[in-house]
C-alpha cells in the first residue's frame, strides 16, 4: 500500500502546473467588431473588441479577454467551438469600458485541428452580431521517453512488489508455523 | 496446481519477449503524438481486460459464498481482489503515463472529466475498499459483508468497461468494434502476446495467492483447534 501511495503522489505531482498570462497584453491577436459583423438591431456596433491567441495549445488554458462599452449592456454573448464546447455569459456594464474574459480547458481537445472555427455570437435586445475566428489547435510534440520508461517501470514494479509481498507472507506464515528455515531442513 | 511454476516462468519469459517486440523489433508508431510511450499499449490493455477478469473472479466468488457459504469461494474472491488491484495499478498508472504524453493536459482534470477513467478509478477505489475491508479478523460476518461490497463489482465492471462506448470518453475502444479490423497486424501481435504473458503470470500469482490463503486459514483452524 505504501507502495502505491508513492506512486499515486508522483503521479499527482506530476500534473502540469503553469501559469497563464490573463492580460490582453499577451495576446497576439485581435479583432474588432465591425459594422461588417451585424446580423441585426437599429444601433451602429461599436466599441467591441476580442483578443486572443489564434494558437490553441493542448494541456494549457485558453483564454479570450474582450472589451466592451454600453452599447452591449445586458446582452448575451456566446464563445463556441461547436460539438457542445462552448460559454455563455451574459454582459453587465458597469458605466465605463468593461473587461472581461473567457477560458477553455486545455483538455479540450485531444487532436491537433488546423482552422478551427470560433463562433463568437452577441444578442441583446437592441443589437446582435456574429465574428468567426480562425484557431489552431496545436499540440506541443511530447518529449515522451520518461513517460514511455516511467509506464513500463508500473508493470515491473507491480508484479515485482507482489511477488516479494507473496514471498514475505509465506515466510512469515512459516515461522508462525514453526516451519521456518531450520525447521524446514529437518523436515 | 501443478505446472504452476512453469506457467510463470513462460508468462515471464514471453513478457521479455513482448519488451523485445515493443521496444526494438517495432520502431517508433506512426501516427501517434507520443510515438514512444505507444509501446505501453502491450502492456497496457492486457492488464486492463486482467484487472476486469480479476473482478468478475471477485463477483462469482462472491456469488458462490452468499448462495452456499463456500470458503474456496471467500478465498478466490478474496485472492482475485487482491490480483485485480495490483492489475488495476498496472493499468491506471500506465495508462496515466501513456495520457500525460499523448493527450496532454492536466491528469486530475482528465480523470474527472472522462467517464473511461473516472468510472476505472472508482472501480479500482471499490476493490481497494474490499481490501481493506478484508484485513481485519476474518469471521462470518466480515466474510458476508465482503461478499456484497463484492457483488457490487457486477455494476461496476460494465460500467466502466462500457463506458468509453456510451458516455463521454476520449478513450479509444478497439474490442469488438470496426476499430479492430483496422489494428495494424503488427499491432495485433503484440497485443495477443501481451495479454497471454499477463494472463499467464496473472494464473501464477492467483494459484501462490490461494496456496498462500489456504496455509493462513490452516493455520488459524490449527490454532483454534489447540486453544
Known amino acids: 500500500m505504501r507502495f502505491f501511495s508513492i506512486i499515486i503522489v508522483f503521479l499527482l505531482l506530476a500534473t502540469s502546473v503553469s501559469a497563464e498570462c490573463r492580460d490582453k497584453d499577451c495576446m497576439p491577436n485581435e479583432r474588432f467588431v465591425t ?7 437599429s444601433i451602429i456596433v461599436s466599441d467591441f473588441e476580442i483578443y486572443y491567441d489564434n494558437v490553441f495549445e493542448i494541456g494549457t488554458t485558453w483564454f479570450v479577454i474582450f472589451e466592451y462599452s454600453s452599447s452591449h449592456s445586458n446582452g448575451s454573448l456566446e464563445f463556441n467551438f461547436g460539438k457542445n464546447l462552448m460559454k455563455n455569459l451574459t454582459l453587465q456594464y458597469d458605466g465605463d469600458i468593461a473587461t472581461d474574459s473567457v477560458s477553455f480547458s486545455g483538455t479540450s481537445f485531444t487532436n491537433e485541428e488546423p482552422h478551427k472555427k470560433l463562433f463568437v455570437n452577441f444578442s441583446s435586445e437592441k443589437l446582435s452580431w456574429s465574428v468567426e475566428l480562425d484557431i489552431f489547435v496545436n499540440k506541443p510534440p511530447a518529449e515522451d521517453m520518461i513517460y514511455l520508461w516511467g509506464g513500463m517501470t508500473v508493470f515491473w514494479l507491480g ?5 516479494v509481498y507473496l514471498s514475505n507472507k509465506f515466510r512469515e506464515l512459516g515461522d508462525k508455523s514453526g516451519l521456518g528455515n531450520g525447521d524446514r531442513k529437518k523436515n | 496446481m501443478r505446472y504452476n511454476r512453469e506457467i510463470g516462468f513462460v508468462g515471464f519469459f514471453l513478457a521479455l519477449y513482448v519488451l523485445y517486440f515493443s521496444l526494438i523489433e517495432t520502431g517508433p508508431a506512426k501516427f501517434f503524438t507520443a510515438p514512444n510511450a505507444q509501446k505501453l499499449f502491450y502492456f497496457h490493455v492486457p492488464s486492463g481486460l486482467i484487472t476486469y477478469l480479476a473482478f468478475l473472479m471477485v463477483v462469482g466468488g462472491s456469488a458462490v459464498y452468499l448462495y452456499n457459504k463456500s470458503d474456496y469461494a471467500d478465498q478466490l474472491a478474496k485472492s482475485s481482489a487482491e490480483l485485480g488491484i495490483v492489475f488495476g495499478f498496472m493499468s491506471l498508472a500506465s495508462g496515466t503515463f501513456w495520457m500525460k504524453a499523448e493527450w496532454g493536459g492536466d491528469i486530475v482534470d482528465r480523470f474527472l472529466t472522462d467517464m473511461r477513467l473516472a468510472s476505472t478509478l472508482a472501480m479500482w477505489l471499490l476493490y481497494i475498499a474490499y481490501f481493506v475491508y478484508r484485513r481485519q479478523p476474518e469471521s462470518l460476518a466480515v466474510k458476508k459483508n465482503a461478499a456484497i461490497l463484492g457483488l457490487s463489482g457486477m455494476i461496476m465492471v460494465p460500467l466502466s468497461y462500457l463506458s468509453s462506448r456510451f458516455l463521454r470518453s476520449h478513450h479509444p475502444v478497439i474490442v469488438a468494434t470496426e476499430d479492430q479490423g483496422s489494428l495494424d497486424p503488427s499491432l495485433r501481435v ?10 499467464l503470470i496473472y494464473v501464477f500469482l492467483f494459484q501462490m495467492r490461494m496456496k498462500l490463503e489456504g496455509f493462513e486459514r490452516n493455520l488459524l483452524k490449527n490454532k483454534m483447534e489447540e486453544v
Not at chain 2, 193 to 199: E, I
Open chain 1, 159 to 163: 508484479i515485482g512488489g507482489y511477488v
Open chain 2, 190 to 199: 503484440g497485443l495477443y502476446a501481451g495479454l497471454l504473458s499477463l494472463l
Open chain 1, 35 to 41: 459594422e461588417a459583423d451585424k446580423n441585426g438591431g
